[in-house]
Protein backbone atom coordinates (compact mmCIF):
# COMPACT_ATOMS: atom_id res chain seq x y z
CA UNK A 1 0.00 0.00 0.00
CA UNK A 2 1.50 3.21 -0.73
CA UNK A 3 2.73 5.64 2.10
CA UNK A 4 2.33 2.78 4.76
CA UNK A 5 5.45 3.65 6.75
CA UNK A 6 4.52 6.98 7.17
CA UNK A 7 1.08 6.32 7.37
CA UNK A 8 1.96 3.87 10.71
CA UNK A 9 4.24 6.18 11.90
CA UNK A 10 1.94 9.33 12.32
CA UNK A 11 -1.06 7.38 13.39
CA UNK A 12 1.09 6.25 16.57
CA UNK A 13 2.14 10.04 17.03
CA UNK A 14 -2.03 10.64 16.84
CA UNK A 15 -2.73 7.62 19.28
CA UNK A 16 -1.15 9.13 22.20
CA UNK A 17 -2.76 12.06 21.86
CA UNK A 18 -6.15 10.87 21.85
CA UNK A 19 -8.19 10.82 25.38
CA UNK A 20 -6.25 13.90 26.41
CA UNK A 21 -7.88 17.25 27.16
CA UNK A 22 -6.65 20.10 25.67
CA UNK A 23 -3.53 20.37 24.14
CA UNK A 24 -1.04 22.18 25.79
CA UNK A 25 1.99 23.25 23.74
CA UNK A 26 4.04 20.44 25.04
CA UNK A 27 2.02 17.67 23.93
CA UNK A 28 1.69 19.70 20.24
CA UNK A 29 5.27 20.23 20.88
CA UNK A 30 5.99 16.07 20.93
CA UNK A 31 3.71 15.24 18.86
CA UNK A 32 5.11 17.69 15.89
CA UNK A 33 8.65 16.46 16.85
CA UNK A 34 7.41 13.33 16.04
CA UNK A 35 5.40 14.76 12.92
CA UNK A 36 8.72 16.16 11.89
CA UNK A 37 11.10 12.48 12.21
CA UNK A 38 8.84 11.16 10.14
CA UNK A 39 8.13 12.90 7.54
CA UNK A 40 11.49 13.27 7.37
CA UNK A 41 12.27 9.77 7.29
CA UNK A 42 9.73 9.76 4.33
CA UNK A 43 12.25 11.25 2.41
CA UNK A 44 10.24 14.45 2.38
CA UNK A 45 12.13 17.72 1.34
CA UNK A 46 13.01 19.27 4.65
CA UNK A 47 12.05 22.98 3.65
CA UNK A 48 8.61 21.62 3.38
CA UNK A 49 8.75 19.35 6.69
CA UNK A 50 9.75 22.86 8.36
CA UNK A 51 7.01 24.75 6.81
CA UNK A 52 4.63 22.25 7.69
CA UNK A 53 5.42 21.62 11.13
CA UNK A 54 5.70 25.49 12.04
CA UNK A 55 1.87 26.12 10.44
CA UNK A 56 0.33 22.80 12.38
CA UNK A 57 2.04 24.01 15.07
CA UNK A 58 0.95 27.69 15.80
CA UNK A 59 -2.45 26.13 14.51
CA UNK A 60 -2.48 23.25 17.35
CA UNK A 61 -2.03 25.05 20.27
CA UNK A 62 -4.33 27.72 22.11
CA UNK A 63 -7.83 28.15 21.30
CA UNK A 64 -8.82 26.73 18.42
CA UNK A 65 -9.93 23.27 19.13
CA UNK A 66 -13.53 22.62 18.22
CA UNK A 67 -16.05 21.39 20.90
CA UNK A 68 -17.29 18.67 18.78
CA UNK A 69 -13.60 17.08 17.98
CA UNK A 70 -11.00 15.70 20.64
CA UNK A 71 -7.61 17.31 20.74
CA UNK A 72 -6.34 14.39 18.53
CA UNK A 73 -9.22 15.09 15.88
CA UNK A 74 -8.38 18.29 15.98
CA UNK A 75 -4.73 17.56 15.19
CA UNK A 76 -5.37 15.30 12.46
CA UNK A 77 -7.85 18.15 10.81
CA UNK A 78 -5.32 20.72 11.07
CA UNK A 79 -2.01 18.11 9.56
CA UNK A 80 -4.73 17.01 6.62
CA UNK A 81 -5.84 20.62 5.94
CA UNK A 82 -1.81 21.73 5.65
CA UNK A 83 -0.93 18.75 3.69
CA UNK A 84 -3.62 19.30 1.33
CA UNK A 85 -2.43 23.07 1.00
CA UNK A 86 0.91 21.72 0.72
CA UNK A 87 -0.25 19.47 -2.85
CA UNK A 88 -2.03 22.46 -4.05
CA UNK A 89 -5.77 22.42 -2.85
CA UNK A 90 -7.77 22.04 -5.87
CA UNK A 91 -7.04 19.40 -8.32
CA UNK A 92 -5.22 20.79 -11.70
CA UNK A 93 -6.39 19.67 -15.26
CA UNK A 94 -4.81 19.79 -18.23
CA UNK A 95 -5.76 23.12 -20.05
CA UNK A 96 -6.47 22.51 -23.21
CA UNK A 97 -5.82 24.88 -26.50
CA UNK A 98 -8.65 26.80 -27.94
CA UNK A 99 -7.05 26.26 -31.08
CA UNK A 100 -6.50 22.55 -31.58
CA UNK A 101 -4.68 20.57 -31.49
CA UNK A 102 -3.90 20.79 -27.77
CA UNK A 103 0.14 19.65 -26.95
CA UNK A 104 1.40 17.95 -24.77
CA UNK A 105 5.09 17.05 -24.23
CA UNK A 106 6.16 14.12 -21.39
CA UNK A 107 9.56 15.38 -20.43
CA UNK A 108 11.75 12.93 -17.57
CA UNK A 109 14.47 10.59 -17.06
CA UNK A 110 14.89 7.07 -18.62
CA UNK A 111 12.64 4.38 -16.91
CA UNK A 112 10.35 7.14 -15.00
CA UNK A 113 7.29 5.86 -17.05
CA UNK A 114 6.81 8.30 -19.64
CA UNK A 115 6.27 5.77 -22.58
CA UNK A 116 3.74 4.09 -20.32
CA UNK A 117 2.11 7.16 -19.03
CA UNK A 118 1.45 8.02 -22.72
CA UNK A 119 -0.53 5.56 -22.97
CA UNK A 120 -1.97 5.95 -19.98
CA UNK A 121 -2.73 10.04 -20.22
CA UNK A 122 -4.11 8.96 -24.52
CA UNK A 123 -6.54 6.66 -22.82
CA UNK A 124 -7.77 8.53 -19.96
CA UNK A 125 -8.35 11.35 -22.75
CA UNK A 126 -10.23 9.24 -24.89
CA UNK A 127 -12.27 8.58 -22.34
CA UNK A 128 -13.55 11.72 -22.09
CA UNK A 129 -14.08 12.37 -25.54
CA UNK A 130 -10.59 13.49 -27.34
CA UNK A 131 -8.79 12.00 -30.08
CA UNK A 132 -5.21 11.74 -29.21
CA UNK A 133 -2.34 10.72 -31.57
CA UNK A 134 0.46 9.73 -29.58
CA UNK A 135 3.72 11.39 -30.91
CA UNK A 136 7.27 8.91 -30.54
CA UNK A 137 9.95 11.76 -30.20
CA UNK A 138 12.22 9.24 -28.55
CA UNK A 139 14.71 8.34 -30.93
CA UNK A 140 18.03 7.25 -29.05
CA UNK A 141 16.61 4.40 -26.67
CA UNK A 142 16.74 1.25 -28.94
CA UNK A 143 13.28 0.19 -28.09
CA UNK A 144 11.09 3.09 -27.40
CA UNK A 145 9.44 3.52 -30.71
CA UNK A 146 8.12 -0.09 -30.56
CA UNK A 147 6.76 0.35 -27.12
CA UNK A 148 5.33 3.10 -28.00
CA UNK A 149 3.26 1.28 -30.73
CA UNK A 150 2.54 -1.87 -28.76
CA UNK A 151 0.71 0.15 -25.70
CA UNK A 152 -0.85 2.51 -28.56
CA UNK A 153 -1.96 -1.05 -29.89
CA UNK A 154 -3.38 -2.27 -27.02
CA UNK A 155 -5.37 1.25 -26.32
CA UNK A 156 -6.72 1.43 -29.82
CA UNK A 157 -5.00 5.04 -30.11
CA UNK A 158 -2.80 5.91 -33.80
CA UNK A 159 0.84 6.82 -33.22
CA UNK A 160 2.93 8.95 -35.32
CA UNK A 161 6.54 8.36 -35.82
CA UNK A 162 9.54 8.83 -38.21
CA UNK A 163 11.43 5.76 -37.37
CA UNK A 164 14.99 6.94 -35.21
CA UNK A 165 16.89 8.84 -38.32
CA UNK A 166 15.05 12.65 -37.87
CA UNK A 167 16.03 14.57 -35.28
CA UNK A 168 12.88 14.36 -31.88
CA UNK A 169 12.23 18.94 -33.55
CA UNK A 170 11.36 17.55 -37.08
CA UNK A 171 9.47 14.75 -35.83
CA UNK A 172 7.53 16.99 -32.92
CA UNK A 173 6.76 19.40 -35.89
CA UNK A 174 5.53 16.89 -38.33
CA UNK A 175 3.12 15.07 -35.71
CA UNK A 176 1.50 18.18 -35.25
CA UNK A 177 1.19 18.57 -39.01
CA UNK A 178 -0.15 14.92 -38.86
CA UNK A 179 -2.57 15.71 -36.47
CA UNK A 180 -4.22 18.42 -37.75
CA UNK A 181 -4.94 16.83 -41.12
CA UNK A 182 -6.52 13.89 -39.49
CA UNK A 183 -8.65 15.43 -37.05
CA UNK A 184 -6.93 14.92 -34.00
CA UNK A 185 -7.47 16.85 -31.08
CA UNK A 186 -4.44 16.24 -28.92
CA UNK A 187 -0.90 15.32 -29.71
CA UNK A 188 1.04 13.53 -27.05
CA UNK A 189 4.62 13.63 -27.45
CA UNK A 190 6.79 10.70 -25.77
CA UNK A 191 10.42 12.63 -25.51
CA UNK A 192 13.37 11.01 -25.12
CA UNK A 193 14.85 10.52 -21.60
CA UNK A 194 18.29 10.06 -20.19
CA UNK A 195 19.52 8.20 -17.09
CA UNK A 196 20.77 11.35 -15.31
CA UNK A 197 19.88 14.90 -15.98
CA UNK A 198 22.20 16.62 -18.67
CA UNK A 199 23.17 19.36 -21.00
CA UNK A 200 22.51 18.08 -24.18
CA UNK A 201 19.16 16.58 -22.88
CA UNK A 202 17.92 19.43 -21.60
CA UNK A 203 18.70 21.55 -24.88
CA UNK A 204 17.07 19.26 -27.37
CA UNK A 205 13.98 19.81 -24.83
CA UNK A 206 14.26 23.19 -25.12
CA UNK A 207 14.17 23.05 -28.95
CA UNK A 208 11.37 21.15 -29.09
CA UNK A 209 9.57 23.42 -26.80
CA UNK A 210 10.83 26.09 -28.98
CA UNK A 211 9.63 24.38 -32.15
CA UNK A 212 6.20 23.50 -30.97
CA UNK A 213 5.15 25.80 -28.45
CA UNK A 214 3.48 22.80 -26.33
CA UNK A 215 0.27 23.96 -23.86
CA UNK A 216 1.87 21.52 -21.60
CA UNK A 217 4.97 20.38 -20.50
CA UNK A 218 4.67 17.74 -18.12
CA UNK A 219 7.05 15.91 -16.37
CA UNK A 220 6.99 12.67 -15.59
CA UNK A 221 8.81 11.15 -12.06
CA UNK A 222 9.14 8.22 -10.47
CA UNK A 223 8.19 8.70 -7.16
CA UNK A 224 9.69 6.12 -5.62
CA UNK A 225 13.31 8.01 -5.77
CA UNK A 226 12.16 10.16 -3.51
CA UNK A 227 14.19 13.36 -2.99
CA UNK A 228 15.84 12.63 -6.01
CA UNK A 229 12.50 12.88 -7.98
CA UNK A 230 11.91 16.14 -6.39
CA UNK A 231 15.70 17.72 -7.45
CA UNK A 232 15.07 16.39 -10.78
CA UNK A 233 11.80 18.07 -11.00
CA UNK A 234 13.69 21.30 -9.62
CA UNK A 235 16.21 20.94 -12.70
CA UNK A 236 13.50 20.35 -15.05
CA UNK A 237 11.75 23.59 -14.25
CA UNK A 238 14.58 25.61 -14.42
CA UNK A 239 14.96 24.90 -18.08
CA UNK A 240 11.71 24.28 -19.22
CA UNK A 241 9.42 25.93 -16.95
CA UNK A 242 6.82 22.79 -17.01
CA UNK A 243 3.34 23.05 -16.61
CA UNK A 244 3.10 20.12 -13.67
CA UNK A 245 3.99 17.05 -13.02
CA UNK A 246 2.55 13.19 -13.34
CA UNK A 247 4.20 11.20 -10.68
CA UNK A 248 4.46 7.46 -11.35
CA UNK A 249 5.30 4.45 -9.36
CA UNK A 250 2.82 5.47 -6.58
CA UNK A 251 1.64 1.93 -5.78
CA UNK A 252 5.10 1.37 -4.86
CA UNK A 253 5.74 4.36 -2.50
CA UNK A 254 5.74 3.75 0.76
CA UNK A 255 7.43 6.53 1.75
CA UNK A 256 5.37 9.52 0.14
CA UNK A 257 8.26 12.32 0.28
CA UNK A 258 8.25 12.84 -3.61
CA UNK A 259 4.62 13.52 -4.06
CA UNK A 260 4.78 15.83 -0.52
CA UNK A 261 7.81 18.26 -1.62
CA UNK A 262 7.22 18.40 -5.58
CA UNK A 263 4.46 21.09 -5.32
CA UNK A 264 6.11 22.95 -2.79
CA UNK A 265 9.41 22.78 -4.50
CA UNK A 266 8.37 23.43 -8.07
CA UNK A 267 5.47 25.59 -7.29
CA UNK A 268 3.87 23.38 -10.14
CA UNK A 269 0.85 21.21 -9.74
CA UNK A 270 0.71 17.27 -9.53
CA UNK A 271 -1.80 16.47 -12.30
CA UNK A 272 -2.00 12.58 -12.40
CA UNK A 273 -0.35 10.01 -10.97
CA UNK A 274 0.31 6.00 -12.11
CA UNK A 275 -0.36 3.40 -9.76
CA UNK A 276 0.43 0.17 -11.32
CA UNK A 277 1.89 -1.11 -14.11
CA UNK A 278 -1.65 -1.54 -16.31
CA UNK A 279 -2.25 0.83 -18.76
CA UNK A 280 -5.67 1.05 -16.98
CA UNK A 281 -3.49 2.73 -13.90
CA UNK A 282 -3.91 6.24 -13.77
CA UNK A 283 -5.38 8.62 -11.67
CA UNK A 284 -6.25 12.01 -11.70
CA UNK A 285 -3.97 13.50 -8.70
CA UNK A 286 -6.06 15.08 -6.37
CA UNK A 287 -4.43 16.24 -2.74
CA UNK A 288 -7.30 15.86 -0.08
CA UNK A 289 -7.29 12.55 -1.13
CA UNK A 290 -3.71 11.98 -1.24
CA UNK A 291 -3.48 13.67 2.32
CA UNK A 292 -6.18 11.66 3.88
CA UNK A 293 -4.16 8.25 2.07
CA UNK A 294 -1.52 9.59 4.14
CA UNK A 295 -2.62 9.67 7.19
CA UNK A 296 -4.17 6.52 6.76
CA UNK A 297 -6.99 7.98 7.78
CA UNK A 298 -9.31 6.10 5.34
CA UNK A 299 -12.60 8.12 5.86
CA UNK A 300 -12.52 9.63 9.18
CA UNK A 301 -11.88 12.58 7.48
CA UNK A 302 -15.15 13.02 5.96
CA UNK A 303 -16.61 11.75 9.20
CA UNK A 304 -14.82 14.56 10.84
CA UNK A 305 -16.30 17.04 8.56
CA UNK A 306 -19.77 15.23 8.41
CA UNK A 307 -19.67 15.67 12.20
CA UNK A 308 -19.00 19.26 12.16
CA UNK A 309 -21.74 19.88 9.73
CA UNK A 310 -24.28 18.38 11.57
CA UNK A 311 -23.50 18.45 15.12
CA UNK A 312 -24.72 21.50 17.19
CA UNK A 313 -21.33 22.02 18.87
CA UNK A 314 -23.41 23.36 21.96
CA UNK A 315 -25.64 20.56 22.12
CA UNK A 316 -22.77 17.60 21.73
CA UNK A 317 -20.74 19.62 24.28
CA UNK A 318 -23.37 19.33 26.37
CA UNK A 319 -24.24 15.78 25.83
CA UNK A 320 -20.79 14.83 26.37
CA UNK A 321 -20.55 16.71 29.60
CA UNK A 322 -23.85 14.40 30.75
CA UNK A 323 -22.17 11.30 29.12
CA UNK A 324 -19.26 12.21 31.95
CA UNK A 325 -21.84 12.30 34.86
CA UNK A 326 -24.18 9.95 33.36
CA UNK A 327 -27.09 12.17 33.21
CA UNK A 328 -28.59 10.98 30.17
CA UNK A 329 -32.69 11.57 29.68
CA UNK A 330 -34.97 10.57 26.90
CA UNK A 331 -34.73 14.48 25.79
CA UNK A 332 -30.82 13.90 24.91
CA UNK A 333 -31.89 10.01 23.05
CA UNK A 334 -34.30 12.42 20.77
CA UNK A 335 -31.93 14.72 20.44
CA UNK A 336 -29.10 12.42 19.38
CA UNK A 337 -31.59 10.78 17.08
CA UNK A 338 -32.00 13.79 15.24
CA UNK A 339 -28.24 14.93 15.12
CA UNK A 340 -27.50 11.71 13.75
CA UNK A 341 -30.51 11.55 11.22
CA UNK A 342 -28.87 14.31 9.58
CA UNK A 343 -25.25 12.52 9.36
CA UNK A 344 -26.69 9.83 7.10
CA UNK A 345 -27.69 6.57 8.64
CA UNK A 346 -25.98 5.28 11.86
CA UNK A 347 -24.31 1.78 10.20
CA UNK A 348 -23.13 4.28 7.47
CA UNK A 349 -21.38 6.90 10.17
CA UNK A 350 -19.66 3.20 12.02
CA UNK A 351 -18.47 2.19 8.90
CA UNK A 352 -16.56 5.12 8.02
CA UNK A 353 -14.09 3.91 11.13
CA UNK A 354 -11.44 2.08 10.31
CA UNK A 355 -11.16 -1.53 11.35
CA UNK A 356 -15.39 -1.48 11.58
CA UNK A 357 -16.52 -4.78 9.71
CA UNK A 358 -18.83 -2.24 7.09
CA UNK A 359 -20.80 -5.79 6.81
CA UNK A 360 -22.12 -5.97 10.66
CA UNK A 361 -23.22 -2.63 10.26
CA UNK A 362 -26.85 -3.84 8.46
CA UNK A 363 -27.84 -4.83 12.25
CA UNK A 364 -27.70 -1.58 13.37
CA UNK A 365 -29.45 0.17 10.43
CA UNK A 366 -31.94 2.37 11.74
CA UNK A 367 -34.68 2.81 9.41
CA UNK A 368 -36.53 6.06 8.99
CA UNK A 369 -39.67 4.61 10.02
CA UNK A 370 -38.87 3.09 12.99
CA UNK A 371 -37.30 6.54 13.75
CA UNK A 372 -40.33 8.25 13.37
CA UNK A 373 -42.18 5.61 16.35
CA UNK A 374 -39.52 6.94 18.46
CA UNK A 375 -39.57 9.91 18.15
CA UNK A 376 -43.72 9.53 18.55
CA UNK A 377 -43.13 7.45 21.58
CA UNK A 378 -40.88 10.01 23.27
CA UNK A 379 -42.96 12.80 22.64
CA UNK A 380 -45.61 11.10 24.08
CA UNK A 381 -44.13 11.13 27.40
CA UNK A 382 -43.96 13.35 30.08
CA UNK A 383 -41.70 15.80 30.82
CA UNK A 384 -40.78 14.51 34.37
CA UNK A 385 -40.60 10.80 32.60
CA UNK A 386 -38.25 11.77 29.94
CA UNK A 387 -36.07 13.15 32.71
CA UNK A 388 -36.31 10.32 35.03
CA UNK A 389 -36.52 7.36 32.76
CA UNK A 390 -37.59 4.92 36.21
CA UNK A 391 -40.96 5.91 36.57
CA UNK A 392 -41.27 4.23 33.32
CA UNK A 393 -40.96 1.16 35.23
CA UNK A 394 -44.76 1.65 35.54
CA UNK A 395 -47.26 0.11 33.20
CA UNK A 396 -50.13 2.18 33.41
CA UNK A 397 -47.78 4.86 32.15
CA UNK A 398 -46.04 2.59 29.14
CA UNK A 399 -49.60 2.02 28.26
CA UNK A 400 -50.87 5.81 28.58
CA UNK A 401 -47.90 6.24 26.04
CA UNK A 402 -48.48 3.73 23.74
CA UNK A 403 -52.51 5.00 22.93
CA UNK A 404 -50.85 8.78 23.02
CA UNK A 405 -48.29 7.56 20.23
CA UNK A 406 -50.36 5.46 18.10
CA UNK A 407 -48.12 2.35 18.81
CA UNK A 408 -48.02 -1.06 21.33
CA UNK A 409 -46.87 -1.53 24.52
CA UNK A 410 -44.21 -3.68 22.83
CA UNK A 411 -43.25 -0.35 20.98
CA UNK A 412 -42.67 1.27 24.25
CA UNK A 413 -41.25 -1.28 25.39
CA UNK A 414 -38.30 -1.80 23.27
CA UNK A 415 -37.50 2.17 22.97
CA UNK A 416 -37.26 1.82 26.79
CA UNK A 417 -34.98 -1.16 26.20
CA UNK A 418 -32.76 0.50 23.31
CA UNK A 419 -32.71 3.73 25.77
CA UNK A 420 -31.66 1.53 28.39
CA UNK A 421 -29.05 -0.05 26.22
CA UNK A 422 -27.79 3.69 24.85
CA UNK A 423 -27.18 4.58 29.23
CA UNK A 424 -25.44 1.56 29.45
CA UNK A 425 -23.09 2.01 26.09
CA UNK A 426 -23.18 5.90 27.80
CA UNK A 427 -21.61 4.42 31.25
CA UNK A 428 -18.65 2.35 29.37
CA UNK A 429 -18.00 5.19 27.12
CA UNK A 430 -17.50 7.67 29.59
CA UNK A 431 -15.46 5.29 31.87
CA UNK A 432 -13.18 5.20 28.60
CA UNK A 433 -12.84 8.67 28.24
CA UNK A 434 -11.32 8.86 31.54
CA UNK A 435 -9.61 5.76 31.94
CA UNK A 436 -8.55 5.97 27.42
CA UNK A 437 -6.19 2.25 27.78
CA UNK A 438 -8.97 0.64 28.51
CA UNK A 439 -10.84 2.02 25.34
CA UNK A 440 -11.41 -0.39 22.56
CA UNK A 441 -12.48 3.30 20.19
CA UNK A 442 -9.30 4.25 17.72
CA UNK A 443 -9.49 7.54 19.37
P1 LIG B 1 10.29 5.60 -19.74
O1 LIG B 1 11.71 5.19 -19.92
O2 LIG B 1 10.20 6.88 -18.95
O3 LIG B 1 9.52 5.69 -21.01
O4 LIG B 1 9.62 4.51 -18.81
P2 LIG B 1 8.65 3.29 -19.16
O5 LIG B 1 7.30 3.81 -19.56
O6 LIG B 1 9.32 2.38 -20.11
O7 LIG B 1 8.48 2.62 -17.74
C1 LIG B 1 9.56 2.02 -17.03
C2 LIG B 1 9.06 0.89 -16.16
O8 LIG B 1 8.21 1.37 -15.14
C3 LIG B 1 8.20 -0.13 -16.92
O9 LIG B 1 8.56 -1.42 -16.50
C4 LIG B 1 6.77 0.20 -16.53
O10 LIG B 1 5.95 -0.93 -16.58
C5 LIG B 1 6.96 0.67 -15.11
N1 LIG B 1 5.92 1.61 -14.69
C6 LIG B 1 5.53 2.75 -15.31
N2 LIG B 1 4.55 3.36 -14.61
C7 LIG B 1 4.33 2.60 -13.49
C8 LIG B 1 3.45 2.72 -12.34
O11 LIG B 1 2.66 3.66 -12.18
N3 LIG B 1 3.54 1.72 -11.42
C9 LIG B 1 4.39 0.66 -11.55
N4 LIG B 1 4.40 -0.25 -10.58
N5 LIG B 1 5.22 0.54 -12.59
C10 LIG B 1 5.21 1.49 -13.57
Known sequence: MAFESLTTKLQETFKKLRGKGRLNEKDVKEAMREVRLALLEADVNYKVVKELVSKVSERAVGAEVMESLTPGQHVIKIVNEELVSLMGSGQSSIVFSKTPPTKIMLVGLQGAGKTTMAGKLGQLLKKQGKRPLLAACDIYRPAAIKQLQVVAEKLELPVFSMGDKNSPVDIAKASISYAESNNNDVVIIDTAGRLHVDEELMQELVDVKEAIKPDEILLV???????????????????????????????????????????????????FAGIGEKLTDIEVFYPDRMASRVLGMGDVLSLIEKAQDAIDEKKALELSKKMMKQEFTFDDFLDQMQQMKKMGSIGDILSMIPGVDSAKMKDVEVDEKEMAHVEAIIKSMTKDERRSPQLLKSGSRRKRI???SGTKIQDVNKVIKQFEQGQKMMKQFSGMMKNPKKGKFKF
Open 221 to 271: VDSMTGQDAVNVAETFNSKLDITGVILTKLDGDTRGGAALSVRYVTGKPIK
Open 402 to 404: ASG
